[in-house]
C-alpha cells in the first residue's frame, strides 16, 4: 500500500491567500496539529481524519486538473510521510505549495516546493513555538505570513521581519485576524512605517462567505 498520510479533505478552490492569491488551487489538507492557536480558522483540521496512500491521495489530485497544489493543515509536517508526498507532487508536474506554521524544521522539505511559513504572533499563544533558524530555508520562491490580531502583533511581525531581514530573503504577508483587526487600519500603519510587506485579507470568505470547511 505504501506511505499512508492522515487526510482531512481534499477539494478544488481559488487560492485566497499569499502571491497567488486569486488563483485556482488543489488543496491537501492533512489532519493534526501540534499548535492550538486562539484565532484559528481551521480547527477542525486539528483531528484525525481519513488515512490515505499517498498514491490514492494522488488520484484525487488528478481528478481536480488543477496545475497547482498546496499542502496545508493542521500542521503538515508533523506526519512523516509529508516530505515524501511533496516530492511526489513535484514529481507529477505540479506547482507545489506547504502551508506551515514554522514551528517544525523544514530541512526536509524538497527545494523545489514553494514554502508558505505562517510565523506566529502573540495573539495566538503560539509565539514561542517559532523555529526561527526555519529563516535559512528561505528562498526566494517562499513567503513568510504573519497573522495579526492587534498592534502588539503588529510590533512583533515589524520586528521579526527587521531581526531575520525578511524583506531580502522572500515576499511578507501582514494578515489581519478576521473580525479582530480592521484591514484598512493595519493598512495605515504599514503605510506610516513605510514597511515594504504585502496586505493580505482572505479572498476566499469573501468569494464563499458561507462556506466553513472546503473553501
Not at 27 to 36: A, I, K, M, Q
Not at 65 to 77: H, I
Not at 85 to 110: A, F, H, K, P, Q
Not at 187 to 196: C, G, K, Q, T, V
Amino acid at each position: 500500500m505504501g506511505t499512508t498520510l492522515n487526510v482531512c479533505e481534499i477539494f478544488l478552490s481559488i487560492q485566497g491567500e499569499g502571491t497567488r492569491c486569486g488563483v485556482p488551487c488543489a488543496f491537501v489538507r492533512l489532519g493534526g496539529c501540534n499548535l492550538r492557536c486562539d484565532w484559528c480558522d481551521t480547527k477542525y483540521a486539528w483531528e484525525r481524519g481519513e488515512d490515505m496512500s499517498i498514491s490514492d491521495l494522488l488520484k484525487r489530485v488528478e481528478e481536480l486538473n488543477c496545475p497547482r497544489v498546496e499542502v496545508t493543515g493542521g500542521e503538515p509536517l508533523i506526519q512523516t510521510g509529508t516530505p515524501e508526498l511533496l516530492c511526489r507532487v513535484c514529481d507529477g508536474g505540479y506547482e507545489t505549495l506547504l502551508e506551515t506554521n514554522g514551528s517544525i524544521d523544514m530541512g526536509c522539505v524538497d527545494s523545489r516546493v514553494i514554502k508558505i511559513v505562517d510565523f506566529k504572533c502573540p495573539s495566538s499563544g503560539e509565539d514561542d513555538k517559532n523555529l526561527w533558524k526555519n529563516v535559512d530555508h528561505l528562498t526566494g520562491n517562499d513567503e513568510v505570513k504573519f497573522v495579526l490580531a492587534d498592534r502588539t502583533d503588529y510590533e512583533f511581525a515589524k520586528s521579526a521581519v527587521t531581526r531575520y531581514q525578511l524583506l531580502a530573503r522572500c515576499a511578507v504577508i501582514f494578515a489581519p485576524v478576521t473580525e479582530r483587526l480592521d484591514p484598512g487600519k493595519l493598512a495605515r500603519w504599514i503605510l506610516d512605517d513605510s514597511l515594504d510587506v504585502r496586505l493580505g485579507v482572505q479572498l476566499h470568505k469573501i468569494i464563499f462567505p458561507n462556506a466553513d470547511r472546503g473553501i
